[in-house]
């Protein structure tokens, strides 16, 4: 059976980009939260509000950090964009899902769970090579 586990942000996390990492914290946050839910005192409300900030913090942040991406002129900022639009269309099936479910605790463990392993994986796989590219002494 799947336990939510508190993750924290490492410094092996960072792009380089401070609104960018700033995000990637409050992300990684707001999971922990869900998780916390979960385990605790879980609502069904809890996935509807889940849904709406992590539409909302898609929007926002990755258009943020597709265009730092080509701001910094990062090799992999293609391979970023549609890793993004794959999450967006998740969270859509995610939407679908709760409409149809009403939010039962198995939907938001799945949630949890997802949105956890495509952080961490995300972050430390693509976001991450955005880092040597902000440097001043960038590999441009």
Known sequence: ??????FTWKDTMATGVS???SQHKYLINFINELGYSINKK?????IAGVLKVMK???GQHFGKEEECMVRYQCPIAGTNKQAHASFVKKLQEY???YEQSGGSGELAIKI???LTDWTVN??????V?????TQPTSPK
């Open 19 to 21: 609104e960018i990492d």
């Open 129 to 133: 090579q955005l880092y040597p590219y």
């Open 95 to 97: 939407q679908k899902e």
């Open 1 to 6: 059976m799947y336990i939510p586990t508190e």
């Open 42 to 46: 879980y609502d069904p409300k809890d």
């Open 56 to 58: 909302f913090y898609a």
């Open 112 to 114: 949890h769970k997802a």
């Open 122 to 127: 995300h972050i430390m796989t693509i976001d």
